[in-house]
């Protein structure tokens, strides 16, 4: 029985939301803050996708799979 991309992520991730974004609120020290608007601006990148970047760069190195987003809302195509 194959499953299709959003059963698998039901299944392996069930408390995740399938949304296309999410508004994450922190609180950083204004020196962090600097450094990534930096890194960002160096990168052509916003900050929003230099932290998301980050984030993932970490996920993977620890280990921790984060599945690509476009694969969230793939209809299921019968098979």
Do not use: W
């Not at 999410?22 to 990148?45: F, G, M, S, Y």
């Amino acid at each position: 029985m194959r499953y299709n991309v959003r059963t698998f992520l039901i299944k392996t991730f069930p408390v995740m939301p399938l949304k296309k974004s999410a508004t994450l609120n922190l609180r950083i020290d204004p020196i962090l803050k600097e450094a990534v608007r930096e890194a960002a601006l160096r990168e052509h990148r916003s900050v929003t996708n230099m932290i998301e970047v980050l984030i993932r760069q970490h996920c993977s190195k620890i280990g921790i799979p984060i599945p690509e987003q476009r694969g969230l809302f793939e209809q299921d195509d019968g098979e």
